[in-house]
């Protein structure tokens, strides 16, 4: 062999390196993927209940109470904000309207509503003598992305080997219909307070040097054979 082909070996792979070298590194982290072009659009917008009140009603109808209790369990699971109650003033039921004004405060208290997320607000009614109560707070809605159909994609033949226009789009679709709360697509929600009774009980358990797990009982402690003979 001749020995200058060591040498020249040896300046191809310092070549090799340093064009190794010189390619910037690719953060793939950050490259976007074909699920990022289907995006789910998130907006606010609002869930609006009427009571009827009629001139000298005095009581909630059972229909009301009955509607009353699902808007309830609707804001306790995707309500944000206060929860809107508005009475109508200056109209011929008025009087009738803030009495069950108090009626609905409390059946929305008796559902779960906490009395204080119940914000009471009057609007001008007196040019109609039949004017509702209105109840309403804030929520989210998700707007699913448009999917293009399978049929107008030749899956067969991508020439760059890209995935096709439509990757992703049924997931995020799906996830669009059926996440509860849409605000979570947003931002995650606060951490609920810790429960710290066990943590406290294994440390006190701790220092005084007992076992700290849980006792377990003669049921518990069957053995593999045990439970393969029978």
Request: aromatic share 4%; proline share 6%.
């Amino acid at each position: 062999m001749s020995p200058r082909l060591p040498l020249a070996l040896l300046g191809l792979s310092t070549l090799g390196a340093c064009a190794l070298s010189a390619t910037p590194p690719v953060n793939v982290s950050s490259a976007p993927t074909r699920a990022d072009g289907h995006v789910i659009q998130v907006s606010q917008t609002s869930a609006r209940m009427e009571i009827a009140v009629a001139p000298g009603e005095s009581i909630l109808t059972d229909k009301a109470r009955s509607d009353l209790h699902d808007f309830a369990s609707a804001y306790l699971r995707y309500g944000h904000g206060a929860l809107i109650l508005s009475t109508p003033s200056g109209g011929a039921n008025a009087n009738a309207a803030s009495m069950l004004a108090g009626q609905t405060r409390m059946s929305l208290v008796d559902n779960g509503v906490s009395y204080g997320a119940v914000a009471g607000s009057t609007y001008d009614a007196s040019d109609n003598a039949n004017a509702p109560i209105v109840v309403t707070f804030a929520r989210f809605e998700a707007q699913a992305p448009e999917c293009a159909p399978i049929y107008t994609q030749d899956l067969a033949h991508q020439e760059d080997n890209q995935a096709w226009r439509s990757f992703g789009c049924a997931m995020q679709a799906n996830l669009a219909a059926e996440i509860e709360d849409p605000s979570d697509l947003l931002q995650p929600r606060p951490d609920a307070p810790r429960d710290s009774n066990r943590r406290t009980t294994v440390m006190e358990a701790y220092r005084a040097g007992q076992t700290t797990h849980a006792v377990r009982d003669a049921d518990e402690r069957s053995t593999v054979s045990n439970v393969a003979s029978q």
